[in-house]
């Protein structure tokens, strides 16, 4: 009876002990999965960050073999703006207020499997066909916006890509629906786009066209044309811009909307801009031997990248003492948009150029977000 009793006693010993021992593993379980999500959460939005949702997407189709999933990725026209003009306060508010509207449709519907914050304003999901379709949601977003945030005038883009493959990495996937996103820009009234093979087709184009740039370069390919610039009141021409050109040996003479964007994107724009201003300068010495009175200024462009560049104003300087011309005849054109993210450093520089002597001109006014303030401050 004794030991029986003893036994008893040590069973009920064990099994408190494994009670225990199993209310600390439940414990360690529900430490580690909040440490998981702390980690996996972006702090700002609510949402997965970029790793994690990569990682999420990639296990949720291992798991569910499907045919119609697909990853809609979008982001808000000019919300870098918003940061710039109104302040960072209220671009993060609207961000956090997205990724909970986000979090809201993942809860609420059985489309959106998986959702990400992938960088500043760019937003991506994992989807599936269902009741509600991708244009519903589109409505939902932008609808919400306009709504909530009506004061920023915001307009929300989407780009789709249909996984026929779900070993690809998310993060090509991803990459597939912003080209896509992308295609939709400066278009009015086209917001939405998949993914096909005619996007993939212009990106193996572009591949090419990057892969001969230097040599292009080198081998003076560009063309400078001069559209001048007309005084309708005393019938004269007051000025003109040079646009350059790519005259290609096998595609023929191609526009910058081809190729601008990649040089930018490569860095490369800054060897063009300077091979530019170098044949501009050339030619106004041409001009100014034949015709000794010529006073026309010639206007050139000068890139975002251009001005990241410490040494943008010494350049430029030396630029028209190697050929002795006056500084009013180089009139430097920036873009509108180029003083998106930093406009006071970029004032500064304007500040700089024009004490120096250049005039500085705004280029495309009125295709960004607030251009009064913009041009206000400038």
């Given at each position: 009876?004794?030991?029986?009793?003893?036994?008893?006693?040590?069973?009920?010993?064990?099994?408190?002990?494994?009670?225990?021992?199993n209310?600390?593993?439940q414990?360690?379980?529900?430490?580690?999965?909040?440490i998981?999500?702390?980690?996996?959460?972006?702090?700002?939005?609510g949402?997965?960050?970029?790793?994690?949702?990569?990682?999420?997407?990639?296990?949720?189709?291992?798991?569910?073999?499907?045919?119609?999933?697909?990853?809609?990725?979008?982001?808000?026209?000019?919300?870098?703006?918003?940061?710039?003009?109104?302040?960072?306060?209220?671009?993060?508010?609207?961000?956090?207020?997205?990724?909970?509207?986000?979090?809201?449709?993942?809860?609420?519907?059985?489309?959106?499997?998986?959702?990400?914050?992938?960088?500043?304003?760019?937003?991506?999901?994992?989807?599936?066909?269902?009741?509600v379709?991708?244009?519903?949601?589109?409505?939902?977003?932008?609808?919400?916006?306009?709504?909530?945030?009506?004061?920023?005038?915001?307009?929300?883009?989407?780009?789709?890509?249909?996984?026929t493959?779900?070993?690809?990495?998310?993060?090509?996937?991803?990459?597939?629906?912003?080209?896509?996103?992308?295609?939709?820009?400066?278009?009015?009234?086209?917001?939405?786009?998949?993914?096909?093979?005619?996007?993939?087709?212009?990106?193996?184009?572009?591949?090419?066209?990057?892969?001969?740039?230097?040599?292009?370069?080198?081998?003076?390919?560009?063309?400078?044309?001069?559209?001048?610039?007309?005084?309708?009141?005393?019938?004269?021409?007051?000025?003109?811009?040079?646009?350059?050109?790519?005259?290609?040996?096998?595609?023929?003479?191609?526009?910058?909307?081809?190729?601008?964007?990649l040089?930018?994107?490569?860095?490369?724009?800054?060897?063009?801009?300077?091979?530019?201003?170098?044949?501009?300068?050339?030619?106004?010495?041409?001009?100014?031997?034949?015709?000794?009175?010529?006073?026309?200024?010639i206007?050139?462009?000068?890139?975002?990248?251009?001005?990241?560049?410490?040494?943008?104003?010494?350049?430029?300087?030396?630029?028209?003492?190697?050929?002795?011309?006056?500084?009013?005849?180089l009139?430097?054109?920036?873009?509108?948009?180029?003083?998106?993210?930093?406009a006071?450093?970029?004032?500064?520089?304007?500040?700089?150029?024009?004490?120096?002597?250049?005039?500085?001109?705004?280029?495309?006014?009125?295709s960004?977000?607030?251009?009064?303030?913009?041009?206000?401050?400038?």
């Open positions: 009876i004794l030991l029986s009793r003893v036994r008893n006693l040590l069973a009920i010993k064990e099994s408190f002990r494994v009670s225990e021992q209310k600390v593993n414990e360690l379980l529900k430490a580690k999965e909040a998981i999500r702390t980690v996996e959460t972006d702090e700002l939005t949402v997965l960050t970029k790793q994690a949702f990569y990682i999420h997407v990639r296990d949720y189709l291992k798991n569910h073999p499907g045919s119609n999933y697909q990853i809609v990725r979008f982001d808000l026209d000019y919300f870098s703006l918003i940061n710039d003009v109104l302040g960072v306060k209220t671009g993060d508010r609207i961000l956090k207020d997205i990724g909970q509207q986000i979090l809201h449709f993942q809860k609420t519907t059985n489309e959106v499997l998986v959702s990400g914050h992938i960088e500043v304003d760019h937003f991506a999901i994992l989807w599936v066909s269902g009741k379709t991708i244009e519903e949601l589109f409505s939902y977003i932008d609808g919400w916006l306009k709504k909530n945030h009506k004061a920023y005038n915001l307009n929300c883009r989407i780009g789709i890509y249909n996984i493959d779900p070993s690809i990495d998310p993060a090509l996937m991803c990459d597939r629906a912003l080209q896509a996103l992308r295609s939709t820009k400066g278009l009015f009234s086209q917001r939405i786009a998949y993914y096909d093979d005619s996007i993939r087709k212009i990106r193996m184009a572009e591949t090419e066209l990057t892969s001969e740039m230097e040599g292009a370069l080198a081998q003076n390919q560009f063309e400078i044309y001069y559209q001048p610039q007309y005084n309708y009141e005393t019938k004269e021409i007051v000025g003109a811009e040079a646009l350059v050109r790519w005259n290609h040996p096998h595609k023929g003479l191609l526009t910058p909307n081809i190729f601008l964007p040089f930018e994107r490569n860095g490369l724009i800054v060897d063009l801009d300077n091979y530019v201003w170098d044949k501009v300068c050339q030619q106004l010495v041409l001009w100014r031997k034949k015709f000794p009175d010529w006073k026309i200024p206007s050139v462009n000068i890139s975002r990248v251009d001005t990241y560049g410490e040494d943008l104003c010494t350049r430029l300087k030396k630029l028209v003492h190697k050929y002795h011309l006056p500084y009013k005849l009139r430097l054109e920036i873009t509108e948009s180029a003083y998106v993210g930093d006071k450093r970029l004032c500064k520089i304007v500040e700089q150029l024009t004490k120096i002597g250049f005039m500085v001109e705004m280029d495309d006014f009125g960004a977000y607030s251009s009064l303030i913009m041009l206000k401050d400038i």
